[in-house]
């Protein structure tokens, strides 16, 4: 029921493009993204509802294939600023009540 | 802007002391959550509510207590502390996404 993540651990120069997926085995409603930095909490970075909606925000965005069960988050020419710990949440019961997350995906972006 | 306060940022505590961290939030979200969480590691849901009198256990079992007796206030108790029970405490509040208090730091000796 967890969703999976991947990758597990991603290391990037400043500037480079990463991928990170984000896949259910079940019906996903929404999928929600955010990411850690070491010592703090959890940030909300975007949202992606059912319907195959791609939202952004700067040079961060995301996608959702409702027929694969799958979410990625795309951050194109990263910054130092990235990294982190990125973690997906999935609704799967359609009432945003309780999200089922991820493992988490762990960024490093080096100078 | 987003206002989820917890207390105390830090306890260390020894074994058998009952403890209850605190978790507060202004924006009247109904929904609110309790994680524990590891360095490095996965959100472990502990506890949540829906609202006022509504409590209901995470996917993680716990040995810690809550209540919900005003929308703003979500304690969370462990009457018997262990070391087993050291970690990183995250309270949220929600209504559509969630928002992150700045967590709990124990470390039970």
């Known amino acids: 029921q967890q969703p999976v993540q991947s990758p597990q651990a991603v290391i990037l120069r400043e500037g480079e493009d990463a991928v990170i997926n984000c896949s259910s085995s079940?019906?996903?409603?929404?999928v929600h993204w955010y990411r850690q930095k070491h010592g703090e909490a959890p940030v909300f970075l975007m949202i992606?509802?059912?319907g195959g909606e791609q939202k952004g925000h700067e040079k961060i965005s995301a996608s959702f294939n409702e027929k694969k069960q799958q979410s990625s988050l795309y951050l194109t020419a990263s910054q130092l600023s990235y990294s982190g710990t990125y973690f997906c949440?999935?609704?799967?019961?359609?009432?945003?009540?309780?999200?089922?997350w991820g493992l988490g995906t762990s960024l490093a972006v080096n100078p | 802007e987003a206002d989820i306060y917890q207390t105390p940022r830090y306890l260390v505590i020894g074994t058998g002391k009952k403890i209850t961290l605190e978790c507060s939030q202004t924006?009247?979200?109904?929904?609110m959550y309790w994680y524990q969480q590891d360095p490095g590691m996965e959100l472990h849901l502990i506890h949540y509510?829906?609202?006022?009198?509504?409590?209901e256990k995470g996917d993680l079992s716990s040995e810690s207590t809550v209540s919900r007796i005003r929308t703003e206030h979500f304690p969370l108790t462990l009457e018997s502390a262990r070391p087993s029970h050291t970690s990183q405490y995250l309270c949220?509040?929600?209504?559509?996404?969630?928002?992150f208090g700045p967590g709990t730091r124990l470390t039970v000796t």
């Open positions: 949220a509040s929600s209504e559509v996404m969630q928002y």
């Open positions: 924006m009247g979200h109904d929904k």
């Open positions: 509510s829906y609202g006022v009198n509504s409590t």
């Open positions: 079940k019906a996903l409603y929404s």
């Open positions: 992606l509802l059912k």
């Open positions: 949440g999935t609704d799967n019961a359609g009432n945003n009540r309780k999200l089922i």
